[in-house]
C-alpha cells in the first residue's frame, strides 16, 4: 500500500477496532524492510573491515572493526539503518589513530533476517563491550543514538557518547509513527500499551529504562547532539530537549539543509565528532572557535 492508502486504512480500522487498529500499528512499527543498500562511495570502506559474527538474543549479527588503536569508539546505526553509513567517520577516525567498531543489527545491512527491537541493539553494544573493553566514545544516528544512550544509563561504559539526528525519549518515535499512521487516541492508546507489554514494562517503567531526559546519562558523561533543522523524521527540537536535560556537559551542533541521514557524511559533522571523540566537549568548542578566526 502506498503511504495514502496506509493512512487511509489505519484511520478506518481505528475508528472500527482501536484493538485491532492498535495491535497491527505495533506490527508495522517494526517492520524493517526495504533493507537500506550499500552505497557505492562507502563500498571501500565496508570491504576493508574486519568482519565477524556475534550471537546476541539467538541471533547472529555482522561486526566490523577497522583500525588498530588503544583507543576504541563504537558506531550504532539506526533503524532501517547499516554500519556502512558511517564509512565517511570511519575514515576520519582511523586516520585520527582510534580503532573503530560497528554492527548490523538483526535485519539490517549484512545480518540475517530476524524480528527485531531495541533490545537486541543493547545485547549487541554489552557483547561488543565485553570483547573490545571500554569505550571512549559512543556516537550513534537515530533510533540507534536511543540505544547509545540507553547502553551508557544500563551501565555500558564510555566516558562520551554524540548523538546524531537523534532522539532522547522513545516517546518521540511513537508519537510520529501514529501521527503518520492517523491513529485515533483510543487506538494509539493501544499501540503504546502493547509496546510498553512488549518489553515487560508499563508506562513508567518503560520510561525509567529508556527515557535520557527524565533519567539522564550518568554525571561523569559528556554528550554531543547533532541535528539538522531540515531532518523530516526526528525534529531538531529532540536534540534540543537531550542537550537541555544534560546541563553543563552537553553540546549542541546543528546544520542545515542535510535532512536525517546526509548530516552523517557532512564536514561540520565529521570535524564536530573527531574533535569530541579525542578531547572531549572542550575541543569541540576550540575547534569551532578557531574555524572563525
Do not use: C
Not at 203 to 225: G, I, K, Q, T
Request: hydrophobic share 45%.
Amino acid at each position: 500500500m502506498s503511504p495514502t492508502q496506509t493512512r487511509a486504512f489505519f484511520r478506518s480500522a481505528s475508528r472500527v477496532s482501536p484493538e485491532l487498529a492498535g495491535s497491527l500499528a505495533l506490527r508495522a512499527f517494526f517492520q524493517t524492510q526495504p533493507r537500506l543498500p550499500l552505497r557505492e562511495t562507502d563500498a571501500a570502506t565496508d570491504a576493508a573491515a574486519e568482519r565477524g559474527l556475534l550471537r546476541v538474543r539467538g541471533k547472529e549479527i555482522v561486526t566490523y572493526r577497522w583500525g588498530r588503536g588503544d583507543d576504541t569508539v563504537l558506531l550504532v546505526h539506526g533503524w532501517r539503518g547499516r554500519a556502512s553509513q558511517f564509512a565517511p567517520l570511519v575514515r576520519e577516525l582511523v586516520a585520527e589513530g582510534f580503532h573503530v567498531v560497528a554492527f548490523d543489527a538483526p535485519a539490517h545491512g549484512a545480518s540475517t533476517l530476524a524480528r527485531t527491537d531495541m533490545r537486541d541493539w543493547l545485547a549487541a553494544i554489552d557483547a561488543l563491550q565485553q570483547r573490545h573493553g571500554r569505550f571512549s566514545a559512543i556516537v550513534g544516528h537515530s533510533f540507534g543514538a536511543l540505544a547509545a544512550l540507553t547502553a551508557v544509563r544500563s551501565g555500558t561504559t564510555s566516558a562520551r557518547v554524540a548523538t546524531v539526528a537523534g532522539a532522547g525519549t522513545p516517546q518521540i518515535f511513537v508519537d510520529q509513527f501514529g501521527g503518520m499512521l492517523g491513529l485515533s487516541p483510543r487506538a494509539k492508546a493501544v499501540f503504546e500499551r502493547r509496546f510498553h507489554a512488549m518489553f515487560g514494562e508499563d508506562e513508567a517503567s518503560f520510561a525509567r529504562r529508556f527515557d535520557a531526559l527524565a533519567n539522564p546519562l550518568p554525571p561523569a558523561v559528556e554528550l554531543l547532539a547533532l541535528h539538522d533543522d531540515a531532518d523530516l523524521q526526528v525534529p531538531s527540537s529532540a536534540s534540543a530537549d537531550l542537550v537541555a536535560a544534560h546541563p553543563d556537559r552537553a553540546l549542541l551542533v546543528r546544520t542545515r539543509g542535510l535532512g536525517h541521514n546526509r548530516i552523517l557524511g557532512a564536514d561540520a559533522t565529521l570535524d564536530a565528532i573527531t574533535a569530541f571523540v579525542t578531547g572531549g566537549l572542550a575541543q569541540v568548542v576550540e575547534a569551532a572557535a578557531g574555524s572563525r578566526d
